[in-house]
């Protein structure tokens, strides 16, 4: 157990929907990283916060957007669904401001099946 | 920007044998290398880091990486194979810079046969 919470496990939605995916860090990480993994596209690096604030960003689309809140959980919203979003979703967590010499410990993903 | 490269999305080897997974970064700054290990319907999880110092790295379940400057590589070794290990294998690399963050590999996919 990474102690990363990520929520929901699953989740199967239609196209042009949203959803808000949900993610707990390790307590004392301040550092909330979201990533996709899909099959052709690999483990793809979307955003980062640190403390509340914005501190790299990825591939990540228009039609999504992340924050993190004073407590330090984030939520991943994803818009306007279309199939190719369907994705593995994980979340990751670190004290490092930066995704640099410190461990990031993985949640166990969201998986979102978008039809 | 940095980036990594995995030669071979799948490698296949004996239980006993050797495991040898292949990883090429690139960096305009010294880098950060990682590699993370998925097993499957579980998240990543670290399985050793090159930041400074020793270039032969050791991590858990036996295996190790050299960071070869010259080369640009960091390649995942283990001398002998278990069937435990078959999961799927990530190469990673970070800078040292706000606003950079853990970039990953393609991903090999490491299978075991008795």
């Known amino acids: 157990d990474s102690g990363v919470t990520q929520t929901p496990k699953h989740l199967i939605t239609a196209t042009g929907q949203r959803v808000t995916l949900r993610c707990s860090p390790r307590s004392g990480d301040l550092s909330v990283y979201w990533y996709q993994q899909s099959l052709d596209q690999g483990l793809q690096f979307l955003i980062q916060y640190y403390n509340g604030e914005e501190r790299a960003k990825g591939n990540i689309l228009e039609r999504f957007s992340a924050q993190q809140f004073p407590d330090l959980h984030s939520e991943l919203n994803l818009s306007s669904l279309e199939l190719g979003d369907s994705a593995l979703y994980f979340c990751?967590?670190?004290?490092?401001?930066?995704?640099?010499?410190?461990?990031?410990?993985f949640g166990e993903g969201s998986r979102l099946t978008v039809l | 920007a940095q980036s990594v490269t995995q030669l071979g999305s799948h490698v296949s080897v004996s239980e006993g044998a050797l495991v040898l997974l292949r990883c090429n970064y690139s960096s305009s700054v010294p880098p950060y290398l990682f590699w993370y290990v998925q097993y499957p319907n579980q998240g990543l999880q670290l399985l050793l880091k090159?930041?400074?110092?020793?270039?032969l790295v050791k991590g858990i379940n036996g295996f190790e990486a050299e960071f070869k400057k010259s080369e640009t590589s960091f390649h995942l070794t283990k001398p002998s194979a278990h069937m435990s290990d078959a999961a799927e294998y990530f190469c990673a690399v970070s800078l040292n810079q706000a606003g950079t963050a853990l970039i990953f590999g393609k991903g090999t996919t490491l299978s075991v046969s008795s």
């Open positions: 990751a967590s670190s004290v490092l401001p930066t995704g640099s010499s410190g461990e990031l410990f």
């Open positions: 090159y930041t400074t110092g020793a270039t």
